[in-house]
């Protein structure tokens, strides 16, 4: 009895002591959890720009690109910190009206908006990481 309280606070032990402080952190993007109108107001309080994900559940490269470009550390830090961040399902029933807006015809399209929904730049396709990061910094250096 003694040794199996003794192999359990053994293994509690390695457990807790190899769960690091930033595993539970998400690293990447965090996108926004709102519509599109509290986004907007998000980012007049805090007066940032809007970065805006429109995509398409089907959309291979849009796929790619929340797994691999969205997750990376670097350009998490770097969208976090200056952007308020929406991914819109552009062909939801919201999502169709807000792509319209912004012309949006391809998947994935990155644009970038101030907090009154002006476009500011626009780009499509998959980009990997630093395109990422240079594309953010079209407006925000």
Known sequence: ???????????????????SDTSYKKKGIRFFKGSWEEALLKAKKENKFVFVDFYATWCGPCKKLKRTSFKDSKVGDYYNKNFINVSIDAESKKGIEIARRYGVSSYPTLIITDYNGRKRTKTTGFKKPHILINFGRRIVP
């Open 1 to 19: 009895m003694k040794s199996n309280r003794i192999l359990l606070l053994l293994f509690l032990a390695f457990a807790l002591s190899s769960y």
